[in-house]
C-alpha cells in the first residue's frame, strides 16, 4: 500500500540525506569515478559482460582448471603430501591460462576496431568528441581488465601450486608478469594491425595472419614458461639472466609505446600531428638502445659486436624512415599552429615535425649518431677482438652511407611518383623497400643466374649493395682497392643524395608557425576563460569593464 | 519550444558566423569529380534539403562537413570552424546521422545513448539529464532497456536520431533519414526534425522523398553530377523554372457551345494553352508563360474566357511540386 507521507526516492530532501551519509558518499564517489572512466571502456566492459564468447572462454578456462585439479590430485592420491608437484601443475593451469591471454584477448582487441571498421560504428565514434587517444586506451582497457578478469579466475589454482612445493613465488610472478605483458603487448599489435587494415580485403588477410602470429606467440610463451619453471629460482639468481630479463623488458616497454603512438597516429585525424608522437617513441626506444649497448661494451663487448649492434640500428631506421619518407609534404594549418618559434626549437624540433624531408633527415641523423658512438666506442672501450677499430670505423661508415643513399634515393623516387600520381604511406614505403632490396640483390642475382661469373666480373655491380659489401668489409675479404672504391662510391652517393634531398627538405624546415584563427582563439577562451594578470607589484588585478548600458 | 514532456528543449549555444558553410568545396577520387565547386550556407533555425539522384555527391558533401572526408580544394566551416583544421571542434558541435544505423550487439537503448553522451563529454547530472531529454524527445523512454537488435527500423532510426542530437548541437546533418520508414515513421521523424530546427537548430537533410522536404525545408540545394544546379526556396526554384502552369477549370453547361465541351473547343484553339483535357470534374490544361509574367498571364486567360461567355465557377492554377523542380531542374542541364 502507497503510503503517502512517504518521500519519493528522487526528492532533494532524500537525496541530501543520502549524500551526508557515509554510504551516500561513497556512492557520490563512485559515480564520480564512474563518470571519469573511458567511455570506450564502459561500453566494451558492458558489451563483453553480455558476450557469449567472453562467458563460453571463462566457463572453459574455469572447467578446465577444475579439472586438472581434480585430475592432478585423483592421480597422485596420498603421496601428494610428499611430491613437489608444484611446478608440473604450474604449467598445464598456464598452459591453459595463456590460452585466452595471448590468443583470445589480443584477438578480441583486434576483432573489436576492426568490427568498429566493417559496422560502420568508427564512422560515427569519429564525428564524436573521442580523441585517438582515449579510443586506442579504451580499447587497451578493456583487453586489461579481462586480463584481470582471466587472472582472477585463475588466482586460486595459482595459490594451489605454491601450496604443492616445487615452485617460487619469484617463478610465478614472473610467469604471469610475462603473460600479461605478452596479452598487453599482443592487444596492442592488435589495435594497430586493425588501425592498419580498413579495407575488406586487407582485414581479411590481417586477421588470417594476425592469428597465426597469436598461435605461435601462444607457442612461444608456452616455451619459455616451461623453460623458465625448469630454471625456477636459478633464473633471477644468474646475474647474466637478471640483465637479459630487464633488457627485454626495456626493449618490450619503448616497444610498446611505439606500438601505442602509431596505434593512435592511424587512429587519429590526417590534419592531426600524427608524426611527432611516433618520432619521440622511436628515438626513445634508440636512446634506451644505445644505452643497453654502452653498458654491455662497458663489461667487455666485442667490436665485432658492437658492429652487429649498429647494423640493427641501421635496419631499424631504415624501417622508420621507410615510412617516415611516405608522408605527406605538406603540413597541415593546424600542425603549422604548433610549430616550434625559438631558434634552438627550430634547430631541433623541426626534425619530429611531420614531413616526408624531416623525417629523412631525422633518420639520418640518428643513424649517423649512433654510428658516431660505435665507432667512438670500438676505439676506446670496447674489447679488441678480432678485428680492428679502423676496419669497424669502415664499416659503420660504409653501413650509414648506404643508409642515406638508400633512403635518399627512395625518397627522391617517391617524391617524383608524386608529382604523377598519389601514392599512399603504404605505398611509399613498398618503393623504399623495393630500391632497398633491387640494390642489394644485384649480384647475388647474377650469381645466381650464372654460378661461373668471377666476384671481379661483376666488381662494379657489388659496389651498391650493402648486403654483399658490409660483411666482407667486417670480415676483411674485400680486396683494398675494392674497400677504397666501395668507401668513396658509396659515400660520394650518400652525400650527393643527402644534399639534393636536404634541399628538397628545405621547404618543410622554413615554414613558420601561423596564427590560430580568431575562431578558435575566442573558442579558447570560451572553454579556459583566463584570468587577468596583475599589472603592478601589488597584485592589482584590472577591474572588469562595466557593461554597457 | 518544448520536449515532448513539455520540458523546454536547450538552446543551442552560441555561434559566430553561419552554422554551415560550404566555401568552393570539390572532391576527386580519381578521375571522378564527385563535388564540384559546391558553395552555400545554412542558417540558424533553417531546415536545408539537399536533393539529388543517386551519385549526385550528396553524401560526400556531407561527408566532408561531418569531418569523415576531405575536399580535395576549398573549404567547409560549421560554427565558423574549418573542417579540415579544426574537426575536433567541428565534432563538438556537429550531430551527423548517416545513411545507416551503426549499432552496436548486446547493447540495449540506454547504454547505446549513455555511451555517445559519455563519448562527448557530457558527465553526471549532465549526461543523465540529456538521455533522459532524448529519450523523452525520440519517444523511446518505454523502451530503454530493450536491446537494440530487437528495435522496428522505425525505433533504430529514433534512437539514431537521438544518438545525433544527444550532445545538443548546434548543427545537425542528416543523410536520407526517412529512408526505407513508413508513413507513420516519416511523419513522426519530420516532426522531430522541424521541432529541433524551431529550437534554433541548422539542419542540413538529403531525402529521395522530395514531397516531404517540400514541406520542411526553408531551402534546398539540388546536386547533380557533383554542381550545385539550384539553391532558394522551393518557390523560388519554381518561380524560376516555371514554363507550363498547371490548370484546372469549371464552367457553368449554360448550352453545347458554352459548356465544358465547348470551353474545351475553344482552350484547343488558343495560343499559349495546351494539353487540354476534359474530365468529370472539369477541364485541365497547361499554360505557357515567362515564369516573372505568370500571374498576369493566369489573369489575362481567365478575362478571355470570361469574355467569351463561358460562367466560370472554379479557375485555379497549381505551382510545381518539387518533384516537377527536381526533374526539371536536373534534366540534362549538367554532363
Known sequence: MNDPTALDPRSPEVVAHRGAAPSGRLERWLEAAGDRLNPILVKETRQSLKSRQFTLWFVLLLIGCWVTTIGAIAYVGPSIHYL????????????????????????????????????????????????ARQLVNGKLG????????????????????????????????????????????LSAVGLIVAAASRQKYAQVVASVVFAGVLFIAYSGLVAAASELIRWDSRLLHSDENFWRQLALLSLYMTSLVVVYAGAISLTTFSAANRSTALRKAAF??????VAWVAGRVSSGLS???????????????????????????????????????????????????????????????????????ASWACRTYAAVGNVSWETCAKTIFLLTSYLVAYLGLGRL????????????????????????????????????????????????????????????????????????????????VAVAVFFVNLTLAGHEARQLRVAAPRRVIEDDQDQHPVEKQATNPWGDRPTPAAPAS | MTAASGRPLRLPKTTAGPPIELRRVHRWFADTHAVNDVSFTVEPGEVFGYIGPNGAGKTTSMRILATLDEPSA??????????????????????????????????????????????????????????AETMDFTGLDELARKPIDGLSKGMKQRLCLGRTMIHDPSVMVLDEPAAGLDPRARIELREMISRLAYAGKAVLISSHILTELAE???????????????VGTVEEISRCVEEEINVRLRVIEKDIEHGQDGVVAWLAQHAHVDRVVGTKDGVAFTLTA?????????????????????????????????EDVFLHVTKGRVQ
Not at chain 1, 284 to 289: D, G, M, N, R
Not at chain 1, 431 to 441: E, F, R, T
Not at chain 2, 95 to 105: A, C, E, L, V
Request: proline share 3%.
Open chain 1, 413 to 492: 623516387a617517391v617524391v617524383g611518383l608524386r608529382r604523377i600520381t598519389e601514392v599512399s604511406s603504404l605505398g611509399a614505403f613498398l618503393i623504399q623497400v623495393l630500391v632497398a632490396l633491387g640494390g642489394s640483390g644485384l649480384p647475388f642475382v647474377v650469381r645466381t643466374l650464372n654460378e661461373r661469373v668471377r666476384v671481379d666480373d661483376i666488381a662494379s655491380l657489388t659496389a651498391s649493395s650493402p648486403a654483399w659489401n658490409v660483411p666482407r668489409m667486417l670480415d676483411g675479404s674485400l680486396s683494398s682497392d675494392m674497400e677504397i672504391i666501395v668507401l668513396i662510391a658509396v659515400g660520394a
Open chain 1, 84 to 131: 613437489s608437484l608444484g611446478g608440473r601443475l604450474l604449467f598445464v593451469y598456464y598452459v591453459i591460462l595463456a590460452l585466452p591471454l595471448v590468443v583470445v584477448t589480443p584477438f578480441s582487441a583486434y576483432r573489436s576496431l576492426s568490427s568498429e571498421h566493417e559496422e560502420n560504428t568508427s564512422d560515427l565514434l569519429e564525428v564524436s568528441s573521442l580523441t
Open chain 1, 303 to 373: 667490436r665485432e659486436a658492437v658492429v652487429q649492434y649498429f647494423v640493427i640500428a641501421v635496419l631499424y631506421w631504415f624501417v622508420a624512415g621507410a615510412l617516415m619518407t611516405g608522408e605527406a609534404p605538406l603540413l597541415s594549418l593546424r600542425v603549422r599552429r604548433t610549430l616550434p618559434q625559438s631558434w634552438l626549437g627550430r634547430a631541433i624540433g623541426t626534425w619530429f615535425n611531420p614531413g616526408s624531408g624531416s623525417g629523412y633527415v631525422f633518420a639520418v641523423c640518428n643513424v649517423a649518431a649512433c654510428g658516431a658512438l
Open chain 1, 284 to 289: 626513445l626506444q634508440q636512446t634506451v638502445f
Open chain 2, 216 to 230: 520542411i525545408c526553408d531551402r534546398v540545394a539540388i546536386i547533380e553530377h557533383g554542381q550545385l544546379v539550384a
Open chain 2, 74 to 131: 576549398g573549404d567547409a566551416f560549421i560554427d565558423g570552424f574549418s573542417v579540415i583544421d579544426d574537426p575536433d571542434r567541428v565534432r563538438s558541435r556537429l550531430g551527423f546521422m548517416p545513411d545507416y544505423f551503426g549499432t552496436y550487439q548486446n547493447v540495449n537503448v540506454w547504454e547505446y545513448l549513455d555511451f555517445f553522451a559519455r563519448a562527448y563529454g557530457l558527465r553526471g547530472n549532465e549526461r543523465r539529464r540529456a538521455i
Open chain 1, 142 to 185: 578493456s583487453a586489461l581488465l579481462q586480463i584481470v578478469v582471466y587472472l582472477a579466475a585463475l588466482a586460486p589454482c595459482i595459490a594451489f601450486t605454491y601450496l604443492l612445493r616445487g615452485v617460487e613465488l619469484t617463478t610465478i610472478a614472473l610467469l604471469l608478469l610475462y603473460a600479461v605483458l605478452a596479452s598487453v603487448g
Open chain 2, 290 to 322: 515567362d515564369a516573372p509574367h505568370r500571374d498576369e498571364a493566369l489573369a489575362r486567360l481567365l478575362a478571355e474566357i470570361v469574355g467569351a461567355e463561358f460562367g466560370v465557377t472554379e479557375f485555379s492554377s497549381r505551382g510545381k511540386s518539387l
